[in-house]
């Protein structure tokens, strides 16, 4: 009977989390043969942090920062208010060169989905940076 219960018990828990990597990514569907999938879903499932959590970024700390950042948003994230975090990123970064992306249509799953529209804005935002030091 233990069995039975510990069995059920599991299938609701990995129910449960499908639906929470479902909703991290905007409503996708979770598919369980992608080996990526699997993969966030394990590490959801199991992640602790031996370390306490940091904080939420103040506006005041984003003013201070010095170094040039590169602020990526998912308009779809249900994890933050994107138009919200866009304002306030390009109201306190104070850095010239520092710059905020909001990318259409996505979820929190930002970088699997435009896997290679990120990784261009990262590599064009470092290289405008490198260019700008090195004058």
Known sequence: MACIFK????????????????????GAKTDESIPIGSL???GMRTYKSKLPLPKQITEEQLRELKMPVLGILA????????????????ENLKNPLS???M???ASHAINGEYPEKLAKNIVDFLQEVDRNMNK
């Open 7 to 26: 069995c059920h018990f599991i299938h609701f828990l990995l129910a449960k989390y499908k639906k929470m990597l479902s909703y991290i990514a905007g």
């Open 40 to 42: 966030i879903e394990t």
């Open 75 to 90: 308009e779809d994230s249900t994890m933050h208010r994107s138009e919200e975090s866009m304002d306030v990123g390009i």
């Open 99 to 101: 710059d905020m992306l």
């Open 103 to 105: 990318f259409p249509n």
